[in-house]
Every structure is written in structure tokens, then in C-alpha cells.
């Protein structure tokens, strides 16, 4: 089944306690993303990459570190995670609709829940 | 700057209705604008695409259109059920870059029996 695999689903820790979330998508997606979601601000984008060794800011990336050594891995790094990272984070990849296209159609995991204390 | 505006305000409908969210933007002209579906707790599922240039798209129970004068999009469901109750996003991409999709936050569709 074509999927993007996120863990862990649920997390409670520490202010200035080291976590990495764990993406995977077994769709061979060239393009991979994260995204934080908190109420009332929707989705809003932390980091992204177009392919194995380019990654780029989002919006919001203050905080955050990402890595793509491989194609179907894109962990997201809390270096030190404070309360204010406390959100619903979810990793996204792409597939194209159509030759050319440049569309953006993005297959989600199913989201990883953030407690910072 | 680019800015979506989807109605925060939760939609409440009788099963059998069409329920008819909106979508607005301004300050750009996309290429395409999408809609994603999200139930609680879970990641959003892509729906429908419609580019620039289609006035209107359907899936089944699904409508989109998307009128690029006024600056809007309208998704349709007909034939509501108590199913499709979720949270409907929309997105565009930024500034006609492959690079990254933005969202507006989502109305929030409640279909009762």
C-alpha cells in the first residue's frame, strides 16, 4: 500500500530533551515536506525537499533541523524542543498529476502528536 | 502577500443537502488549487485538483469550480451523509512554485441525519 509513515504517532517530553519524528513514504516521491498544524493557523510549512540532499526552509523553521540522505527517509530534528513546538506534525510527499504539471499533490502520513512540557 | 480564506465557522447541514464551502484568496493568481479532505486526529487526504483554465471538475458526489475573476473556489457535495463530516481544506500553491503548497485553515462540515 502506497503510504507515508510517520513515528512516533504520540510524544510527550521535555523542554531542551532531543526527539527526531521518523517520515518515510514508499512511493519513490522525489518531494517531501513537513508541516505543523495548531488550531486557528492551519497547516503551515516548516521545511521541504525536492530531492536527496536539498532541503529548504518553510515557513516556519526557527527550531527545527531536516535531513534527506535518502529518498524515502525525511526525519524531522528537535534539536531542543521548547513548549512552544507543542503541535500536530505531519509529513507530506509528492507525486505530480500529469507531464509537466508542476502540481503538487500531496499524499500525508497520519501525524505525529507533540507534547513539549 | 498571498492570503486563503476559508469560513471558520463550522457548517452545519441536513443529510440529502448540498453543502457548499468557499474558498477566497487574493493577492495571486494560481495555476491550480486543490482540496484536501481531514477527519480528527488524521492526515489530510487529497481530493480534487482544477487548474486555471477549468471552470468546473467532478467525482462522483464531488464539485469543484473555481473562478479565477472573482478570485474564489466553490466545493460541492451532493447528496450529503453523515460520512462526509470532516474538515475541508483548500490550497494553492505559492506563487506558481513546485515548491510548496499552502493551506487555508480549513472549514470544518458537520452533516446531521
Known amino acids: 500500500e502506497a503510504q507515508v509513515t510517520q513515528n512516533p504517532r504520540y510524544l510527550i517530553t521535555v523542554t531542551g530533551k532531543k526527539l527526531t519524528v521518523t517520515c518515510s513514504q514508499n512511493m519513490n516521491h522525489e518531494y517531501m515536506s513537513w508541516y505543523r498544524q495548531d488550531p486557528g493557523l492551519g497547516l503551515r510549512q516548516i521545511y521541504y525537499?525536492?530531492?536527496?540532499?536539498?532541503?529548504d526552509k518553510g515557513d516556519v523553521p526557527e527550531g527545527y533541523k531536516v535531513s534527506r540522505k535518502e529518498k524515502r527517509n525525511f526525519p524531522l530534528i528537535l534539536e531542543s524542543p521548547s513548549p512552544n513546538q507543542t503541535s500536530l506534525y505531519f509529513c507530506?510527499?509528492?507525486?505530480?498529476?500529469?507531464?509537466?504539471?508542476?502540481?503538487?499533490?500531496?499524499?500525508f502520513g497520519a501525524g505525529s502528536r507533540l507534547t513539549v512540557l | 502577500s498571498q492570503k486563503i480564506e476559508q469560513n471558520s465557522e463550522a457548517l452545519n447541514i441536513q443529510e440529502g443537502k448540498t453543502a457548499t464551502l468557499t474558498c477566497n484568496y487574493t493577492?495571486?493568481?494560481?495555476?491550480?488549487l486543490q482540496w484536501y479532505r481531514q477527519d480528527p486526529g488524521r492526515g489530510p487526504v487529497f481530493l480534487l485538483l482544477i487548474r486555471e483554465n477549468e471552470k468546473e471538475k467532478r467525482k462522483e458526489r464531488l464539485k469543484v469550480t473555481f473562478d479565477t475573476t472573482l478570485k474564489q473556489s466553490l466545493f460541492h457535495i451532493t447528496a450529503s451523509q453523515p460520512a462526509d463530516s470532516a474538515t475541508y481544506l483548500c490550497?494553492?500553491?505559492?506563487?506558481?512554485?513546485?515548491?510548496?503548497?499552502?493551506f487555508g485553515a480549513g472549514t470544518r462540515l458537520a452533516v446531521h441525519p
Open positions: 490550497a494553492l500553491p505559492f506563487s506558481g512554485g513546485y515548491n510548496k503548497l499552502i
Open positions: 507530506a510527499s509528492a507525486s505530480a498529476t500529469g507531464r509537466g504539471s508542476g502540481a503538487n499533490v500531496l499524499t
Open positions: 525537499s525536492m530531492n536527496v540532499e536539498a532541503t
Open positions: 493577492n495571486y493568481s494560481p495555476a491550480y
